[in-house]
């Protein structure tokens, strides 16, 4: 929740990137504001049993990265 209106960008990185999709990947909040994102893990049959690993970053709109969490 932020003091301004600011559009972040999500984007995915890690082993697991190919099999997981966020929804919406771009958000515009508002002041004091908040909005749910879905974290979509959808791996094909073809995916080899193991330890995977997602990173999750936001960014506002051309910037660097604000935050990053990684997921195993």
Same mark, same amino acid.
């Given at each position: 929740? &932020? ?46 049993? &193991? ?22």
């Amino acid at each position: 929740m &932020g003091s301004d209106e600011a559009t972040y960008e999500l984007s995915v990185g890690g082993t697991a990137s190919s099999f997981v999709y966020l929804n919406p990947s771009v958000i515009t909040l508002g002041e004091s504001k908040s909005e749910l994102v879905y974290l979509y893990v959808a791996p094909a049959e073809k995916v080899s049993t &193991g330890k995977y690993s997602v990173s999750v970053s936001a960014r506002l709109e051309d910037s660097t990265i604000l935050d990053s969490q990684t997921v195993d």
